[in-house]
């Protein structure tokens, strides 16, 4: 009965934000307010009726955070973990809200434990990768990573969503840049993937992009004839800004 009432109140919910989505800017913030109450009603009377049932707290739990109750979430995703540590969306949702509250170093476990949990699901490794390249100092000074281990770390875990994800670009495209954020890349290997990407890429300002890309790789080798030729292809209005930053430290006066 528990999981039956769950799944009405979840599809419910997503009815709900999927026309919210829909009516975007049109959106009448009382009425979506007051849908968004209702349910908070519905998921209380099923805790209420049955305080053991992690799966409840859990689809609660996210409810709160996609509304910004980020207090009520958390303690909502605690109790589910708290009731059944085993479910990868809990400890997920509990890593981005730790992250997004500025505690990386206690959002780290979370992630890593989802991905233990699922370890096909691309979206956990992307998010671990994010969350060590964006707060390196911190990892760094509480001195339980050594720079190379936390590289290795980041780098395999935007190189494993981009794996599992080949479909999503933005996966690819991040795994891609994650080689400039290493101590010690593997320029080859970059040059590699921005290669593999330009194939892949659908329209002319993505191929261009992906082109100036290895073009800076080149430059990082020194390999400058190659990254001279490369850039002279690119055309694209947009990328003018990039391009002439190219050209201006291949002549030897970086541009800032």
Partial sequence: MAER???KIVENQRE???EAAKQGENLVESAFRQQVQSLTHDYELLLRNNPQFAAGYAAYGYLLSKVDMRKEATAMLLKANQLDPDIPLVKNQLG??????GKPLQAAPYFIAAIRLVPNE???HYQLGTLLVEAREDFLKAGEWKRD???NAMHEAFRRAAELAPDRFEFSYRYGESFYDLERPDW???LKVWSRLEEKAESAIERQTMRLHAANVLLKQGKRDHAKALIATVD???LQGQKQKLVAELAGTPKK
């Fill in 149 to 151: 281990a936390l590289d």
């Fill in 5 to 7: 009432t769950l799944r």
């Fill in 188 to 190: 080859d290997g970059a």
């Fill in 16 to 18: 709900l934000f999927a």
């Fill in 122 to 124: 691309p979206l956990y």
């Fill in 236 to 238: 694209e209005e947009k």
């Fill in 96 to 101: 981005n809200l730790l992250a997004e509250d």
